[in-house]
C-alpha cells in the first residue's frame, strides 16, 4: 500500500514595494499551490491578480493564527501544498506565522523557505552602518515610557541596531531616541524599492527636525538603524568625565538649564537628572 504524501507549507517571501522583486521561483510556487494563506487576503489578492493566479485564499494574521494551525495542518496532512505570504517582504521577520511553523515542524511536516526580500536586509545593505552584527528589534512598544525602556536597555549594545517604525510614531521614537542615544549616527530608510524610497542620515535630533521640516518625509514605512554604541568607559571614568564636564560648564558661566541639555546631549541620560546635579554643585 503506498503511503499517502503529506503537504507542504512554502513560506514565500513577497516584494516590499516593487513587484519586479518577486523571484521567478516564488511566483511558481504561488502558482502551484493548493491555497495560500495570507496577512490579508485583501491586500494578497492584488499581488495574485497581477501574477494571473486564482487560488483559494485564507487569512491569517496575529489575531487569529492560533486557530488556523489546525486548519491548515488538515490541509496539509490531506496532501495539500500550502503557501504562507505576508502583507510584504518575508513571513515571520515582525509578521504572523510563528506558531504555525513551530507546529508543523514540531509534527514533522515539511518547511520550505521560498526566500526574497527583507525591508530590514535591504536597508542595512545601503545604510553604510556596520553590519557584521546587527541586532533586530522589530517595532519598538507603543507606550512612551515603555519604548524608553527598551532603548536604555539596549543603549550599550556594540552592535548596529534595526528597528521597523511606522508613519504615526516616527517624530516619537527619533525624539525618545534623542535623548537616550544622543549624538549617534542614525540611518532612516524610508519606503524601500518604491518611488519615493530615501535614505536620510544624522543624530536622531537631526533627523526629527528633517521630517520637521518636510512632512513628505514623515511618510510611509521606516527602517531606523543607529550605529552601536562606542567602546565602554567604566563607571569611576565616566562620573570623573561627567564631573569635569559639569564643572567646566559652570565656571564658563553656562545657566543651569543649558547646561543640562549639553551634559543630556553629549553624555546621554535625561536633562532633569544633569539639572539636578548641575544646581547642586552650583549651590555647593
Known amino acids: 500500500m503506498t503511503q499517502r504524501r503529506t503537504g507542504t507549507l512554502y513560506v514565500v517571501a513577497t516584494p516590499i514595494g ?23 487576503t485583501r491586500h494578497s489578492s492584488r499581488l495574485l491578480g497581477h501574477l494571473g493566479i486564482s487560488v483559494p485564499m485564507l487569512s491569517l494574521h496575529e489575531h487569529n493564527e492560533a486557530a488556523r494551525v489546525a486548519q491548515l495542518t488538515q490541509y496539509l496532512a490531506a496532501g495539500e501544498d500550502v503557501a504562507l505570504i505576508s502583507d510584504a517582504g518575508t513571513p515571520l521577520i515582525s509578521d504572523p506565522g510563528f506558531l504555525l511553523v513551530r507546529e508543523l515542524r514540531a509534527l514533522d511536516y515539511p518547511v520550505v523557505p521560498i526566500p526574497g526580500p ?15 552584527r546587527f541586532r533586530f528589534g522589530g517595532f519598538l512598544p507603543a507606550r512612551p515610557g515603555a519604548r524608553r525602556q ?34 549617534r549616527h542614525t540611518v532612516l530608510a524610508r519606503e524601500l524599492t518604491k518611488t519615493f524610497e530615501t535614505f ?13 521640516n518636510d512632512a513628505n518625509q514623515a511618510r ?12 565602554a568607559v567604566d563607571s569611576e571614568r565616566r562620573e570623573m568625565t561627567a564631573g569635569a564636564l559639569l564643572e567646566a560648564l559652570l565656571a564658563e558661566g553656562v545657566g543651569v538649564k543649558q547646561g543640562a541639555a549639553v551634559a543630556a546631549r553629549l553624555m546621554g541620560g535625561r536633562k532633569q537628572s544633569w539639572y539636578a546635579r548641575l544646581q547642586a554643585l552650583k549651590e555647593n
Open 18 to 40: 516593487n513587484l519586479d522583486d518577486l523571484s521567478a521561483r516564488a511566483a511558481q510556487v504561488l502558482g502551484q499551490v493548493a491555497r495560500v494563506a495570507a496577512e490579508d
Open 118 to 132: 527583507a525591508a530590514l536586509i535591504a536597508a542595512l545593505s545601503a545604510a553604510g552602518l556596520p553590519t557584521d
Open 200 to 212: 536620510l542620515s544624522g543624530t536622531p535630533a537631526e533627523l526629527g527636525e528633517q521630517l520637521k
Open 150 to 183: 527598551t532603548l536604555e536597555t539596549l543603549r550599550e549594545r556594540d552592535e548596529t541596531l534595526v528597528f521597523y517604525e511606522s508613519p504615526h510614531r516616527i517624530a516619537h521614537t527619533l525624539a525618545t531616541l534623542g535623548e537616550v542615544m544622543p549624538g
Open 220 to 231: 510611509g514605512e521606516f527602517v531606523i538603524m543607529v550605529e552601536g554604541a562606542p567602546p
